[in-house]
């Protein structure tokens, strides 16, 4: 039988904090178990270079009954993982988990008390942040600029911890985007989406996988795919530093035969040039995020690709590969 709940959990090199994973996640939903919400675990290993795939099997081993295992040939990210998973899920409840316990799970009830309220989408919002003021500063001011061009309401968009409906995933497993935000892509195909406050603990073990290299990418990525805002701003600020520069044009010609040549002011101009130098080399980048996303998607390439797949079948356990 289809559970009502699915939790996915993309994985990578996680091997020092699986342990204390399970002790909290089995016994939270086998608590939600006993309130009637049938559940399932999918687990997806995102090529990690430790131990984490053969933690993963055991666990499998252990509760075969509510634990899949989905195996990535190799490291596609987090987004590409969750994806992966969307796919397996079987639930009509489906809810994401970061794997390293910044998300309790004790919260994943209060996500499907919410959904059950009718719901297609639940975001959430981390009561007090456990991350450092610098995460916590960038992660906001990328929130309120990334809502003014996007249009896209998520007040916390770092923190995974989210829950989706059936109608929600369907729709997700029908794109096949090369490079996407999950959390942004399913607000835009919600019919009725709401927010609820979380807690948010520190990390039980390991590091951050996200450099900030990889947060810039990240909001690239998400203000690109979701908007061509950043384009028609930039084409704006073209014209009207084209009439800004056709009229200090204009008037260093009328200074020059009222007042003769003079070389005073060359370093003026200088620094007028290298400016809007600046302006074009950022415009040309502005334009190569959308067509590098253009140049990814026509190449056809598949967005990651399974190994195998650990799962109990109505007969035994099986390893689809």
């Keep these: 039988m289809k559970p009502e709940l699915s939790v996915v959990i993309p994985v990578y090199n996680e091997e020092t904090g699986l342990a204390q994973l399970y002790a909290r996640l089995y016994p939270a939903l086998d608590a939600l178990a006993a309130r009637g919400v049938s559940y399932e675990i999918v687990f997806v290993n995102d090529g990690s270079r430790d131990n984490t795939a053969l ?20 490291n596609y990210g987090q987004h590409m993982a969750i994806l992966a998973g969307f796919q397996a899920t079987r ?3 489906v809810v994401t988990l970061d794997a390293d316990l910044q998300n309790p799970p004790e919260e994943i009830g209060a996500l499907v008390d919410k959904m059950r309220e009718g719901y297609d989408y639940v975001g959430s919002i981390r009561r007090k942040r456990q991350d450092s003021a610098w995460r916590t500063y960038a992660s906001k001011a990328m929130n309120r600029f990334r809502e003014k061009i996007t249009r896209i309401k998520i007040t916390d968009q770092g923190n995974m911890l989210r829950a989706y409906g059936r109608n929600v995933i369907d729709l997700i497993n029908q794109c096949s985007e090369v490079n996407t935000f999950v959390p942004a892509l399913a607000y835009t195909f919600s019919r009725n989406p709401t927010e609820i406050t979380v807690e948010h603990e520190e990390r039980a073990a390991g590091e951050s996988k996200y450099s900030l290299y990889s947060l810039i990418r990240l909001n690239f990525d998400l203000m690109t795919g979701f908007s061509i805002m950043p384009l028609q ?3 704006m600020l073209g014209m009207v530093l084209s009439a800004a520069s056709a009229l200090l044009v204009f008037l260093l010609l009328v200074r020059r035969f009222i007042l003769g040549s003079e070389a005073e002011g060359l370093f003026t101009l200088f620094a007028i040039a290298f400016f809007m130098m600046g302006v074009i080399l ?3 980048g502005l334009l190569g995020e959308y067509v590098g996303r253009i140049y990814q998607q026509v190449r056809g390439r598949p967005r ?10 109505s007969n035994d356990v099986s390893e689809t590969n």
Excluded: C
């Design 233 to 235: 701003w930039f084409s």
């Design 304 to 313: 990651y690709v399974v190994q195998t797949i650990l799962e109990h079948t």
């Design 91 to 93: 639930g009509e409840i």
């Design 55 to 74: 933690m993963l099997a055991d666990q499998f081993r252990l509760r075969p009954d509510v634990t899949r295992v989905v195996l990535f040939s190799g």
């Design 282 to 284: 950022f415009g040309i």
